[in-house]
T-cell receptor, first 112, second 116 residues
C-alpha cells in the first residue's frame, strides 16, 4: 500500500462548481497535513496547513482532516478557471523539520 | 510575501559533470530541504538540514549528493557526477518549525536539471 494516495484525475468541472479533492494515507503517525497547488513546471505553492483532525477555512478553500479514517480533503467553492492546476496533498510527523510525504497530485481543470 | 529563491531556473549538463544548485531560503527559517520531481512523478524528499548539519535524508540522497550552507543565506545541493536519471526538477524549501506552526513549508520555483 502506498503511503499517500491521491486520484490523479484529471478532474474537469464547470466554473462555479464546488470541487472536492481527497487523499488517503496509511501512516497513523502523520500529524501535519498540507495542500499545495502546483502549476506546470513550477514549485508547489502552499494553500492550506492543518494540524491533527478538524476543519480549516481560508476564503474559498476548506481543508478537512479525519485522522480516524486516515482521510483528508480540500474543498474549493466557486471554482475559477485560474484554479486549474495540480493539487498535491502532503503530510509529515512533526513540525520540526520532518520530511514531507506527498501524494501524486490531482489535476484539476475548471472550464469557463 | 517572503520567497525561497532558486538559481538557475534551468541547467543543462553533460553526464558525469558536477552541478551545484543554489537556493536562498526565507531569512528567518531554521530548516532547509531539497526535494526533486521527475517529470510526471511525485515530489520526493532528498534531504533536510538544520543547525548546519543533515537531519534526515532519503535513500535517493547517496554519496553523489551533498548539501552545504556556505554562508548565512545560501543553501546548495551538489551532485558530483551526474547521471541521466538525475534529470528532474529540484525544489528547495524552508520552514520555521514550531516557531510558526501555521506556516508550513515554502518551496522555491525549482531548478530544472537536464542531464545529456
Amino acid at each position: 500500500q502506498k503511503e499517500v494516495e491521491q486520484d490523479p484525475g484529471p478532474l474537469s468541472v464547470p466554473e462555479g462548481a464546488i470541487v472536492s479533492l481527497n487523499c488517503t494515507y496509511s501512516n497513523s503517525a502523520f500529524q501535519y497535513f498540507m495542500w499545495y497547488r502546483q502549476y506546470s513546471r513550477k514549485g508547489p505553492e502552499l494553500l492550506m496547513y492543518t494540524y491533527s483532525s478538524g476543519n480549516k477555512e481560508d476564503g474559498r478553500f476548506t481543508a478537512q482532516v479525519d485522522k480516524s479514517s486516515k482521510y483528508i480533503s480540500l474543498f474549493i467553492r466557486d471554482s475559477q478557471p485560474s484554479d486549474s492546476a495540480t493539487y498535491l496533498c502532503a503530510m509529515n510527523l512533526n513540525n520540526a523539520g520532518n520530511m514531507l510525504t506527498f501524494g501524486g497530485g490531482t489535476r484539476l481543470m475548471v472550464k469557463p | 510575501e517572503p520567497e525561497v529563491t532558486q538559481t538557475p531556473s534551468h541547467q543543462v549538463t553533460q553526464m558525469g559533470q558536477e552541478v551545484i544548485l543554489r537556493c536562498v531560503p526565507i531569512s528567518n527559517h531554521l530548516y532547509f530541504y531539497w526535494y526533486r520531481q521527475i517529470l510526471g512523478q511525485k515530489v520526493e524528499f532528498l534531504v533536510s538540514f538544520y543547525n548546519n548539519e543533515i537531519s534526515e535524508k532519503s535513500e535517493i540522497f547517496d554519496d553523489q549528493f551533498s548539501v552545504e550552507r556556505p554562508d548565512g543565506s545560501n543553501f546548495t545541493l551538489k551532485i558530483r557526477s551526474t547521471k541521466l536519471e538525475d534529470s528532474a526538477m529540484y525544489f528547495c524549501a524552508s520552514s520555521n518549525g514550531d516557531r510558526e506552526p501555521d506556516y508550513g513549508y515554502t518551496f522555491g520555483s525549482g531548478t530544472r536539471l537536464t542531464v545529456v
